[in-house]
């Protein structure tokens, strides 16, 4: 069975301050790996995804991830955060078929 | 197209009650699916159907029912309801492949009581 960690439940940073949240998964096979974002009272969207080729992913709103196989990681960071960044991030991942499992979630808040 | 839709959005029962959630989507997307999120908890799946006529079960299916007789609807009901299924309910589909990304509704935050 697949899981996702991720280490960081709560977040604070400054306007401006760079942004690494981690994400390990386990799985023994092909792995699609997601980030998703959920802002303060609405669904939850998609930031980008890792299926195949370069493993360095560009997102929405500036965000990128890498997806390290080694190391069973898929971490996201974006060089600048700004306040409209708070939200609860979810690194999510697929194996064989549609079925996402989902990591327990990032609160972060960035501060002004 | 309106996307995945949820409804209701609020929802209060007491213990022993039964309601369905209901989803729709508008994309012809085959894969259907459930999930719970509890605080600290992510989103957990429930249950998932990846055509009309086929369900089958996720992590934490106790308790819940499904049906996909359409390819747009999958209602998820409540049978009997208990303290422990207070939580907020996302849907979400794709289509089938596992690379494609999951649309989510808006959720059904449901309180019992």
């Known amino acids: 069975a697949q899981s996702v960690s991720q280490h960081n439940h709560h977040v604070i940073l400054s306007e401006a301050a760079s942004l690494e949240l981690g994400c390990n998964y386990s799985y023994g096979g092909t792995v699609n790996l997601f980030w998703y974002v959920q802002y303060p009272g609405q669904h939850l969207q998609l930031l980008l995804k890792?299926?195949?080729?370069?493993?360095l992913v560009k997102g929405i709103k500036g965000f990128e991830a890498e997806f390290i196989k080694s190391k069973f990681s898929f971490n996201l960071r974006k060089p600048s955060v700004q306040w409209s960044d708070t939200a609860e991030y979810f690194c999510?991942?697929?194996?064989?078929?549609?079925?996402?499992?989902f990591g327990t979630g990032t609160q972060l808040k960035v501060e002004l | 197209n309106a996307g995945v839709t949820q409804t209701p959005k609020f929802q209060v029962l007491k213990t022993g009650q039964s309601m369905t959630l209901q989803c729709a989507q508008d994309?012809?997307?085959?894969?259907m699916s459930w999930y719970r999120q509890d605080p600290g908890m992510g989103l957990r799946l429930i249950h998932y159907?990846?055509?009309?006529?086929?369900?089958d079960q996720g992590e934490v299916p106790n308790g819940y029912n499904v049906s996909r007789s359409t390819t747009e609807d999958f209602p998820l009901r409540l049978l009997s309801a208990a303290p422990s299924q207070t939580s907020v309910y996302f849907c979400?589909?794709?289509?089938?492949?596992?690379?494609?990304?999951?649309?989510f509704g808006p959720g059904t935050r449901l309180t019992v009581l």
């Open positions: 890792y299926f195949s080729g370069d493993p």
């Open positions: 159907s990846v055509g009309a006529g086929i369900t």
């Open positions: 994309m012809n997307h085959e894969y």
């Open positions: 999510a991942v697929t194996g064989g078929g549609n079925k996402l499992t």
């Open positions: 979400a589909s794709s289509q089938r492949s596992s690379y494609n990304e999951q649309f």
